[in-house]
């Protein structure tokens, strides 16, 4: 039998591979399918999921909020979030995409010091500039292979963590 712990380690494992298997999916699907209909073959795939899972442990399905406004620009920014991405796996590599995404603990750093008013230490500010010198140096940059799509990562990496 496992612990709490051990489930939990187990479930991000697994979320983890189904995030990127999708990843993978989407962009093998994306040389030959449009976009908005991979998009929305994927929201239904996750409201049946979920519908199936809240059928199976008998959880009622709540559609309030407290925080409705909140909640509406939180929609909107995962969706807008998801929208960039695989678009920008359209054109980008995989690994490509993904790097520029890990720039998202960098935004939501500051976002946590500007919205939360958190005090951020010199060794997280460390570890953060650490990481994006590895995004840097991973990426490689060169002004002959920038484009527009390059952006479209980063921009989910920004909605991302300003839902967070």
């Known amino acids: 039998m496992l612990n709490d712990s051990q489930k939990g380690i187990l479930l991000i ?3 983890m591979s189904i995030f ?3 990843d993978v999916l989407v962009k093998y699907l994306s040389t030959s399918t ?3 209909q991979i998009f929305f073959v994927r929201s239904i795939v996750g409201l049946l999921t979920i519908g199936l899972y809240l059928s199976f442990t008998k959880k009622k399905i709540i559609f309030t909020s407290q925080y409705p406004l909140l909640t509406l620009i939180r929609v909107l920014l995962f969706f807008s979030a998801f929208l960039a991405f695989y678009v920008s796996l359209s054109s980008l590599s995989l ?3 993904n790097t520029l995404f890990f720039t998202s603990p960098f935004f939501i750093t ?3 010091m500007i919205f939360l008013k958190e ?3 010199i060794r997280r500010w460390l570890a953060i500039l650490i990481g994006f010198f590895g995004v840097i140096v991973v990426m490689n940059p ?3 292979n920038l484009n527009l799509f390059y952006l479209l990562p980063v921009y989910c990496a920004v909605c991302y963590a300003l839902s967070m």
Do not use: N, P, R, Y
Request: net charge neutral.
């Open 110 to 112: 500051i976002f946590s």
């Open 95 to 97: 690994a490509v995409a």
């Open 142 to 144: 060169s002004l002959e």
């Open 20 to 22: 990127s298997f999708q």
């Open 13 to 15: 494992i697994l979320g």
């Open 34 to 36: 449009s976009v908005f």
């Open 119 to 121: 005090k951020i230490g």
